[in-house]
Nanobody, 113 residues
Framework: VQLQASGGGLAQAGGTLRLFCTAS?????IGWYRQAPGKGRELVAT???????YYADSVKGRFTISGDAAGATVTLQMDSLKPEDTATYYC???????????WGKGTLVTVSS
């Protein structure tokens, strides 16, 4: 499985960025993790095959995940960005009964204050 991520970049606090991810085949769920410098990896948002979504408390109300797990493509709309959103964001996809996802290469998001 290959995951192709794009988007990200630099934004000011309060601004907007968008991340895109495409998987090489349909997934049970697809979403994003992030890892800030010196911190562990955090699950940010997921979209399941049935359409249900998950958001970390830290991004609820600001980030929106959309797309189609069956079509293996998602978009993460990030609004009202905060400096603490600065991190490398990784697209991830889950298949079968595996709880460990497949990972894509990270894309850097930097939010300046």
């Amino acid at each position: 499985v290959q995951l192709q991520a794009s988007g990200g970049g630099l934004a000011q606090a309060g601004g907007t960025l968008r991340l895109f991810c495409t998987a090489s085949r349909s997934a049970n769920a697809i979403g994003w993790y992030r890892q800030a410098p010196g911190k562990g990896r955090e699950l940010v948002a997921t979209l399941s095959l049935g359409g249900s979504t998950y958001y970390a408390d830290s991004v609820k109300g600001r980030f929106t995940i959309s797309g189609d797990a069956a079509g293996a493509t998602v978009t993460l709309q990030m609004d009202s960005l905060k400096p603490e959103d600065t991190a490398t964001y990784y697209c991830a996809a889950w298949y079968g009964s595996n709880t460990t996802p497949h990972w894509g290469k990270g894309t850097l998001v930097t939010v300046s204050s």
